[in-house]
């Protein structure tokens, strides 16, 4: 099954060979085989035969809703799930007995095509933003999440979706991003994630870092399946105005974009940046080796460089929007909200630091201790913030440029900072078995050139391996 996409499944459904209620079998056999020695899944939906049971009877007296008619998806632990008895922690134990008291835009949208929801996963733990020593993947709640191909880092924070996808715990996973969540574990696993452009996606009922970078995307084993995902996905909701621009713009069908020859003619940048935090040369020739493999395809590779010099480059728009944000999330939960500020979280925590921060909760304090600075430096962080971001437009107008290409995550912090979208493709395993990404990154709202590129290059490439477990 692990093999199959989305279209491939649905014509054995078509066929009568496959229902939803199989299909959802498979997927809760393999997370009570595997999910132990992984930690990717933190609860399970109950309910999840039946619904699927209501979905194969659906499907034979009036048809499919959507393509994702019947496919079992894992959500992210910060995304609010009200429907079927599920939690939604952040991976915190402050929250492990919170039922939000409503879905989250896209679990709407998600339930309305006909998705069938098979439960949550691990995350590292508000998402990666309490402390900088907790490793990717650890969350009080849930524990370490592990990487299925060795003992390699499991990337954060959407670890426990990228594992999923990558064990065949589900179909699609969906995670967040504020600045590599999407990303990393997935180039970390062997799989492809899709961080799209704020505003294609709405954050309503996520828990949140970031009002200016924060964003849902689909992680699957293969492009197709994320292309089907996106188009769900997306779309204008009135309670985050970052979608508000969409009434301007029409949503692409992404699967129907998809095109092998994309790569024909495109013109790629590769900024110089992508080996800053790479020394071993076995996996800077994985990445050259994927390059050189774009050129086969027709792309035309071009060098580009991205000053720093002149920027304030660091992450000082997050701590100072993250405790407002947050606090304006517990707002929507109304009385159901085990708490409503993030002092109240880090009081909390302090009660019993070994079981409920081991790591420390650094990050939380030293947000608390910025909001005194807000309003003199908020805004100026934020401009400078952008303005780094913006050097994408304005390489890609100097050099013509398509899309950029970087290794694994090199690119993800420029890209974040002005909320561009991003892509990565599997592109090769180290001597020892460690996952390499091939990242595109381009302009807002680019996600149909960049996912065909990744397309394209799947389709003659094809680098993904199942893990060996």
Request: charged residues 25%; proline residues 4%.
């Given at each position: ?5 989305i ?8 066929s ?31 309910e999840?035969l039946v619904?699927?049971?209501?979905l ?7 048809g499919k ?13 910060n995304?609010n ?33 006909g ?36 003992n ?9 979706s990228a ?46 870092i ?12 293969n492009v ?6 996106l188009?769900?996905?997306?779309g ?29 003619g ?36 071009t ?18 929007e993250f405790?407002?944000?947050l ?9 159901l909200?085990?708490?409503k ?17 081991p790591y ?29 971001g913006?050097?994408?437009d ?24 002005v ?9 090769g ?17 680019t996600e ?22």
């Open positions: 099954m692990e093999n199959l996409n279209i491939e499944i649905q014509e054995l459904m078509d009568g060979k496959l229902t939803s209620v199989e299909l959802t079998k498979y997927y809760l056999q393999r997370i009570k085989k595997y999910n132990a020695n992984y930690n990717a899944v933190l609860e399970i939906n109950e999840a619904i699927a049971e209501e194969d009877n659906h499907k034979k007296i009036r809703r959507s393509l994702l008619h019947g496919i079992p998806i894992l959500l992210k632990d995304i799930t009200n429907c079927y008895n599920l939690h939604t922690t952040a991976g915190s134990i402050v929250l492990k007995d919170l039922y939000a008291s409503y879905n989250a835009f896209i679990v709407d949208k998600l339930r309305e095509a998705a069938v929801i098979l439960g949550k996963v691990n995350l590292s733990e508000f998402a990666n933003f309490i402390s900088e020593d907790s490793p990717n993947g650890f969350s009080a709640l849930g524990g370490k999440v592990k990487n299925p191909y060795g390699f880092d499991v990337g954060g924070s959407s670890s426990g594992v999923a996808a990558a064990l065949d715990l589900c179909q699609i996973a969906i995670g967040t991003e504020t600045a590599g969540s999407i990303i990393s574990p997935a180039s970390s696993n062997s799989v492809v994630g899709v961080k799209p452009t704020v505003g294609l996606v709405s954050r309503y009922g996520i828990i949140p970031s009002w200016t970078q924060d964003i849902a995307g689909p992680i699957t084993r197709v399946d994320a292309a089907i995902t188009s769900i996905i997306s204008k909701d009135i309670n985050d105005k970052t979608t508000y621009d969409l009434e301007k713009r029409t949503v692409p069908n992404y699967l129907e974009i998809l095109d092998k020859n994309s790569l024909n495109a013109v790629i940048g590769v900024p110089e940046c992508n080996f800053d935090d790479y020394e071993d040369e076995e996996t800077k020739q994985i990445f050259k080796t994927a390059v050189k493999e774009l050129e086969k395809l027709g792309a035309r590779i060098e580009v460089h991205i000053p720093k010099e002149n920027h304030l480059i660091n992450g000082d728009v997050l701590f100072y405790p407002k944000a606090e304006e999330y517990f707002k929507t939960l109304g009385d909200a085990p708490v500020t993030l002092e109240e979280i880090v009081k909390f925590n302090a009660e019993n630091l070994l079981e409920r921060v420390d909760q650094r990050i939380f304090e030293r947000c608390l201790e910025m909001q005194k600075d807000y309003d003199e430096k908020y805004q100026d962080t934020l401009r400078s913030s952008i303005s780094y913006r050097e994408i304005y390489i890609v107008k100097e050099y013509k440029l398509d899309a950029l290409v970087f290794l694994n995550t090199s690119g993800v912090g420029i890209a974040a900072k909320g561009y979208p991003s892509v990565t493709v599997p592109a395993y180290t001597k020892d078995n460690r996952p390499i990404g091939l990242t595109f990154t381009a302009t807002g709202f149909d050139k960049l996912l065909s590129y990744a397309y394209a290059y799947e389709c003659a490439y094809n680098k993904r391996k199942s893990p060996l477990i």
